[in-house]
């Protein structure tokens, strides 16, 4: 028995052939795809015969991606592009609608995150960079992509946290916010589409760049990147809208029935960190 899975681990689909048989000569589209969860869900994809189109903004690490893709036997198409300028979004968009007419599902990865103050990230614009990537450019692209997305009967996977369903944390303002946000929107958005699908995979601490200078979280267990790519390619083998750790649901109804105390415990929190910082 793998505890650390046990504990941590959304349901998942482990059985490449199974994947296969979901995705084999189908077009995928991964944003985020050059790094983490989004390229290790690009290289799973890849090894089931998926035609998987590649986009974030760094064209070197996508070509890297790609090239293991292909030595796999697969077939990869890199679309650099930043999804917070949207000239660039609009511009990948004719691209992808032009080459690929039908997409059969886009797993939605590209984001970051900033742990900091609230009032500290106001000079910084933190919240205007955050929900640039994490909502309005993923938003916009998906919008553009209309067409394509129907023809292709697609399903769309949001890779959202944990964090965008429990009660606001200290320190991540910005990010539960735009993370929470777009999940929303999503599936709002797709609930219009004809024959569109949109899931959310609710991801706990996951070993990444994201997370490398977060010092605090060096010690808590995580998943790999290549065990939560597995929870994310579950919505393409299965019809679930909700892919979550177990645990979850608890969190959440401890949020209902006692919002007050979560909210308390997560200042005592806060509190302690100041003072430790204060005394360092
Ligand atoms: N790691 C965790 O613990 C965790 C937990 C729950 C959910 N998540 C979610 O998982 C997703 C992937 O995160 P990760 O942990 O795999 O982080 P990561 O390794 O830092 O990957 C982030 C990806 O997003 C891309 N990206 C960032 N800004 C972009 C922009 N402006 N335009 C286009 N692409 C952009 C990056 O590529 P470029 O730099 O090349 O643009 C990279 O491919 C995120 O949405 C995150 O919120 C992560």
Same mark, same amino acid.
């Given at each position: 028995?793998?505890?650390?899975?046990?504990?941590?681990? *959304? *349901?998942?689909?482990?059985?490449?052939?199974?994947?296969?048989?979901?995705?084999?000569?189908?077009?995928?589209?991964?944003?985020?795809?050059?790094?983490?969860?989004?390229?290790?869900?690009?290289?799973?994809?890849?090894?089931?015969?998926?035609?998987?189109?590649?986009?974030?903004?760094?064209?070197?690490?996508?070509?890297?991606?790609?090239?293991?893709?292909?030595?796999?036997?697969?077939?990869?198409?890199?679309?650099?592009?930043?999804?917070?300028?949207?000239?660039?979004?609009?511009?990948?968009?004719?691209?992808?609608?032009?080459?690929? *007419?039908?997409?059969?599902?886009?797993?939605?990865?590209?984001?970051?995150?900033?742990?900091?103050?609230?009032?500290?990230? !106001?000079?910084?614009?933190?919240?205007?960079?955050?929900?640039?990537?994490?909502?309005?450019?993923?938003?916009?692209?998906?919008?553009?992509?209309?067409?394509?997305?129907?023809?292709?009967?697609?399903?769309?996977?949001?890779?959202?946290?944990?964090?965008?369903?429990?009660?606001?944390? *200290?320190?991540?303002?910005?990010?539960?916010?735009?993370?929470?946000?777009?999940?929303?929107?999503?599936?709002?958005? !797709?609930?219009?589409?004809?024959?569109?699908?949109?899931?959310?995979?609710?991801?706990?601490? /996951?070993?990444t760049p994201m997370v490398a200078p977060t010092?605090?979280y060096?010690?808590?267990?995580?998943?790999?990147?290549?065990?939560?790519?597995?929870?994310?390619?579950?919505?393409?083998?299965?019809?679930?809208?909700?892919?979550?750790?177990?645990?979850?649901?608890?969190?959440?109804?401890?949020?209902?029935?006692?919002?007050?105390?979560?909210?308390?415990?997560?200042?005592?929190?806060?509190?302690?960190? /100041?003072?430790?910082?204060?005394?360092?």
């Amino acid at each position: 028995m793998n505890w650390r899975r046990a504990l941590l681990s *959304p *349901p998942a689909c482990r059985d490449l052939p199974r994947l296969k048989r979901a995705v084999q000569g189908r077009t995928v589209l991964v944003t985020g795809a050059s790094s983490g969860i989004g390229a290790a869900t690009a290289c799973q994809l890849g090894r089931a015969g998926a035609t998987v189109l590649l986009l974030a903004r760094r064209d070197a690490a996508l070509q890297e991606v790609a090239a293991r893709i292909e030595a796999a036997g697969g077939r990869a198409v890199v679309m650099p592009a930043d999804l917070s300028d949207p000239a660039q979004v609009q511009a990948v968009a004719a691209r992808l609608l032009s080459e690929f *007419p039908a997409l059969h599902a886009v797993i939605s990865s590209a984001g970051r995150s900033v742990r900091r103050r609230a009032q500290d990230g !106001a000079a910084r614009r933190d919240l205007e960079r955050l929900l640039a990537v994490n909502f309005s450019g993923p938003a916009a692209l998906l919008l553009a992509l209309r067409p394509a997305l129907e023809s292709g009967r697609a399903v769309i996977v949001n890779v959202s946290s944990v964090s965008a369903r429990h009660v606001g944390a *200290p320190r991540w303002a910005a990010y539960q916010g735009s993370k929470a946000g777009f999940d929303l929107w999503l599936q709002a958005a !797709a609930a219009e589409w004809s024959g569109v699908r949109a899931a959310s995979v609710y991801l706990p601490l /996951v070993r990444t760049p994201m997370v490398a200078p977060t010092q605090a979280y060096r010690y808590l267990p995580a998943l790999s990147a290549d065990e939560a790519a597995q929870a994310v390619t579950l919505p393409l083998v299965s019809p679930v809208v909700r892919v979550a750790p177990w645990w979850l649901g608890a969190v959440e109804v401890a949020g209902l029935i006692a919002p007050g105390a979560l909210a308390r415990a997560l200042r005592h929190l806060e509190a302690t960190e /100041v003072r430790w910082a204060a005394r360092r």
